[in-house]
């Protein structure tokens, strides 16, 4: 194991500095709260992250979870994250204080949990998942359900968890078939079963709060008919003892990754002895979902953003140490009487670090991007302003869940390759980092799905009204970036890639207005590519911009090494990924229709 998982200065440099944390806190909403206070909860929890997750990290790889008698048989460490982290206040900080939260700004959260996921990233689900669940009971649920069940989540009593998935019904939530009969005392009878149900059941707390996709019988076909129901494991009585409320677990699936946290198979009612209450209306259950759901794709990013940087640390700790072949000289030549030498001094070594490196601050700035601008659609004082920010959120969504994950993969890949065959073996954790990264860019909706997201709905919606505010942004940056006498090239090859992004989406947007929606989104994927790339060139130059303002007014309390590194690194990003866009874009405006389901069919066998 590394000694290091992330480094606070870098989180409080893009928390602060870039993403301006005081600009939220300036809000009414937050007075409570000052700078000092925020200090001292991210310092909490990282010095719980050191203590209680990240010794513990490799030890739940080894001894996974398992289904024994019955029972999901989990490491003893997850009471710790729900219990302790629970007091400390992970799973209630950003919920508002008349529902018993901490009413912390949603960007300090982000920052806390984002320690807890590159400490370990097998344990923060546990929580993460019951205060979407909290929260969305506090949300949408009447009186009754917020006092019966969110007291207990919130202080991590008791977990929460989202049970959409059906062995038939996945990406095709329209497709699930558990039912909800009503009942005279206003319950309803459920019936079904659930797949990969994370966190679903384990020894270490009372009760399991599960929110359940279902639908009454009766209701319409497709999404308009599914309605959400809390579920317990056990009900509670007038006496407030629990009784079973028949929830079987069935199982907990085997992985690759994240073997530490338990993915379990629940069976609803097969003794016809399951009650659940429903969540405001019938039939808008799914629409009441997306409010955890939304924050879970967030989290999900937030999580492959921890592992990215804590997989960086990993293989620089090596590479610092390991010596390997000789430098060579200006001619190619190298003098094999010298000293070996540390393999950081090989081109290519240094190019994989500053890969990683990149792609976890990148994913590290776009969580907190997208956090801010969740706390301001709640908390800007004008009503266009939360609109404004809320369009911001709703694009940045998908994009925040598969950035980070998709290429986290590609940066842990670069991880392993530094540590050369060492990568591959056991001893060393990186391979660890790689396996459990696999996961983010599949659960919460895939890549292809958020893609379909991105593309689809989030970049044509309001007659483009949200990508016409990420414009704005882009223009502010650009402005600012084009007074820097050195960033000026860097601010003309964004704007052309700018340019080119409109292109690319007026040529993809005419398939759509022509109706021939499969043509229109057939590529998504490659668009959620090419536009976070270009998204991420963004935040780069806006770091960049800000890092020469800094170096020049000399006030900011980073150093000129650091701030000179930050420049750096997008430098990195504009030549090696930024121009990934122009191969993604000739593809992308290529009218030849190869993967739809017509003509020849190339996968027939
Ligand atoms: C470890 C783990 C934890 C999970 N935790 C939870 C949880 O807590 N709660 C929960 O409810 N679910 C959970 N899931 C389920 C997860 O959300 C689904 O696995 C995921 O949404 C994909 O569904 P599926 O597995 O049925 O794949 P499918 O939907 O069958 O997809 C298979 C492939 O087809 C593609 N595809 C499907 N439909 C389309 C389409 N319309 N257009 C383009 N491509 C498409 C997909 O992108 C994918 O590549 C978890 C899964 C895992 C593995």
């Given at each position: 194991?590394?000694?290091k ?6 989180l409080g440099f ?8 005081s600009?939220v ?9 000052d ?8 310092q909490?929890?990282n ?6 997750l ?16 019955g029972k ?6 997850v009471?710790?994250i729900?219990k ?5 206040g ?13 009413q912390?700004?949603?960007m300090?959260?982000t920052?806390?949990?984002?320690i807890?996921?590159?400490a370990n990233?097998?344990?923060?689900g546990?929580?993460?998942?019951t205060?979407?669940?909290?929260d ?11 006092t019966?069940y969110t007291p ?17 019904a996945g990406s ?6 558990t039912s ?5 005392d ?9 797949i990969?149900?994370s966190?679903?059941?384990h ?21 308009k008919?599914i309605?959400?129901f809390?579920?317990?494991?056990n ?5 407030n003892?629990?009784?079973?409320n ?15 946290y338990c993915?379990?198979?629940?069976i609803f009612?097969?003794?016809?002895n399951?009650?659940g209450?429903?969540?405001g209306q019938?039939?808008?259950?799914l629409?009441?979902m ?7 794709r967030?989290?999900?990013g937030?999580?492959?953003?921890g592992?990215?940087?804590?997989g ?7 590479a ?8 060579l000289?200006?001619?190619g ?5 010298e000293?070996q030498?540390?393999?950081?001094n ?10 990683q ?14 956090s ?5 659609s709640?908390?800007?004082?004008e009503v ?5 920010y ?8 998908p994009?925040?869940k598969?950035?980070?994950?998709e290429m ?9 390759q ?15 980092y790689?396996r ?19 593309l689809?709905?989030k970049v044509?919606?309001?007659?483009g009204?949200a990508?016409?505010h ?11 970036a ?5 960033l000026?090239?860097y ?6 890639k700018?340019?080119?992004?409109q292109?690319?989406i ?10 021939a ?5 057939a ?14 060139g963004?935040?780069?130059?806006d ?5 020469c303002k800094?170096?020049?007014s000399?006030d900011?309390?980073y150093?000129q090494e650091?701030?000179e ?6 430098q ?5 990924e ?8 000739e ?7 190869i993967?739809?389901p017509?003509?020849?069919?190339a996968?027939?066998d």
């Open positions: 194991m590394a000694n998982y992330f480094d606070a200065k870098t893009y928390l602060k500095y870039i993403n301006n944390l600009e806190m300036s809000k009414p909403y937050y007075a409570d709260h700078m000092e206070s925020m200090d001292m909860f991210i909490s929890v010095d719980f992250a050191d203590k209680e990240f010794p513990y990290f490799q030890e739940m790889d080894e001894q996974p979870c398992h289904f024994k008698d999901i048989v989990v490491h003893p460490q009471e710790k729900m302790q982290g629970g007091e400390l992970i799973i209630a900080a950003s919920v508002p204080f008349e529902e018993g939260g901490l912390m700004p949603y300090v959260y920052a806390a949990t984002f807890l996921d590159a990233n097998h344990l923060p546990y929580a993460g998942l205060l979407g669940a909290a969305l009971i506090l949300n949408f649920g009447d009186e009754d359900l917020k019966t207990n989540m919130l202080a991590g009593e008791w977990a929460g968890t989202m049970c959409l998935t059906e062995p038939q095709s939530l329209s497709d699930i078939t909800a009969k009503p009942n005279d206003g319950s309803y009878n459920i019936k079904g079963q659930k990969f149900i966190g679903g059941d020894e270490y707390l009372d009760n399991f709060v599960h929110l359940v996709l279902a639908r009454v019988e009766g209701a319409p076909v497709g999404t008919g309605s959400l809390v579920v317990p494991k009900r509670i009585e007038d006496d003892s629990l009784i079973s028949d929830v079987q677990t069935a199982g907990d699936f085997q992985k690759l990754g994240q073997r530490g993915t379990t198979h629940l009612g097969e003794k016809d399951c009650k209450w429903i969540v019938e039939n808008k259950g629409k009441y997306f409010l955890m759901m939304n924050a879970a967030i989290a999900v937030r999580g492959a953003a592992i990215v940087s804590a960086y640390f990993a293989s620089l700790e090596y610092n140490e390991r010596k390997q072949g000789r430098k000289n200006d001619q030549k190298k003098n094999s009487a000293e030498t540390l393999i950081t090989h081109p290519d070594v240094r190019r994989m670090l500053m890969h490196k990149t792609i976890a601050e990148g994913s590290l700035n776009l969580i907190l991007l997208t801010k601008y969740a706390d301001l709640k908390t800007a004082e266009e302003e939360r609109e404004r809320k369009l911001l959120l709703e694009l940045l969504t994009i925040t598969t950035y980070p994950s986290g993969l590609q940066a842990i890949s670069n991880g392993v530094v540590l050369g065959g060492y990568g591959f073996c056991s001893e060393y954790i990186l391979q660890q790689y459990d990264i696999r996961i983010f860019s599949i659960y919460e909706g895939t890549t292809g799905i958020q893609s379909l997201d991105l689809g709905r044509l919606m309001q007659n009204a990508l016409s990420l414009m704005n942004e882009f223009n502010v940056t650009l402005k600012a084009k007074t820097q006498n050195s000026v090239a601010a003309d090859k964004l704007e052309s700018i340019q080119l992004a292109k690319v007026g040529h993809l947007a005419g398939f759509a207005q022509q109706g929606f499969l043509k229109f989104t590529d998504a994927n490659l668009f959620m590519e090419f536009f976070s790339h270009i998204l991420l963004w935040m780069w130059l770091t960049a911009s800000k890092a800094a170096l020049e000399n900011s309390g150093s650091f701030l590194s930050k420049i750096k690194l997008m990195f990003f504009f030549k090696y930024l121009s990934k866009t122009s191969s993604l874009a593809s992308l405006m290529d009218d030849k229709t993967t739809l017509t003509g020849v069919d996968i027939a």
